[in-house]
């Protein structure tokens, strides 16, 4: 049998020096893992079609499901887009930088590997200050899909990137864990009709606030934006979600599982191995990908998951849920 040559490790790069080599190993070409408020990143230099090729190979990931553009500045804005509306402005005034994604229609110069064929680009300006760094003394856009496995959990530490793709990127930057934690809300300024086509941190009532306009979110955002398959973001370990009361039923018998949950009597009717999750929204949030990694490496051959509030300003962690459970 033989072997290819041998695979080059990931560098780990950390804050003041980590910026200057992420900046050169862009510059050539190559993969670098980004911190963002939301999940890492997987950046390649934007105007590079040969570089952004490469995301896919090392994710997985089909060719045509297009990849969010970050860009250091809001005037780049005009390099990257066209027919740019008003709203566009208002909300990238409002919500950048942050964690909230404008699709709009795409320059002439944007390359097909970039949007997937697609004609709109999505386009959003990340708050992490490292990421931040990059963009703005380099002068790139970096392309950039959550730096994980195709269908695999987004990280949300470097750790969690180099559990998924060692060895396939040539970087990771370490910048602590997401404040966020979940993947940025993806708004539609393409057509007529101001749409959410990803529910994410920016609230649909927070986007109304702005515009002055009643806002639609489909149920489930897979309409027009092909890398929303319904099975993602999945544990390696079957998930399943139940009810307060299903699982006060069910828990006083259950053997090998792993509870997540964040209601107390919940918790205290179970013996076995708990995760315990914040019932506040925004910290729940950020320590949901993390909880589930961490599930996975516990011994335990299923996850119980407590659902959590079915409530619009859970819509967020609901959509990502409904993904990440098998059928
Ligand atoms: O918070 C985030 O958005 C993170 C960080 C790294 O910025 N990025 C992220 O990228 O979640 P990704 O590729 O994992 O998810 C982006 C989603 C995909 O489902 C993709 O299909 C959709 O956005 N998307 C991107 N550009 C699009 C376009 N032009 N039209 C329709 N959907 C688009
Ligand atoms: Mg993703």
Redesign the pocket.
Known sequence: MSHQATENATELLHAADGVERAITLLRAGALVAVP?E????LAADASNPLAVAKIFTAKGRPAN????V?LGQMSQLADWAVDIPAEAYLLAQAFWPG?L?L?LN?APKVSDVV??G?Q???L?L?AHPLLLQILQQSGLAVA????NPYKKL?PTSAEQVLAGLNGKIAAVLDGGDCQVGL??T?VDLSGGQVQV??A?PVSAAELEAVLGVPITTPQSHNV?????VKAHYQPSKPLQMFSRNQLLKLLPAAQDVILICHSHDVANNYKGTILRLASEKTAYARALYRTLFQADSLAGSQIWLEQPPQEPAWADVNDRLARACHP
């Open positions: 963002t939301t999940v890492y990143g499901h297009p990849l969010i970050h964690p994604t699709l795409k949007t997937g697609k709109t680009i999505g959003r990340p950039a899909p959550s730096a987004s993947e940025s993806i086509l990803r994410g027009a934006v092909p890398g929303n």
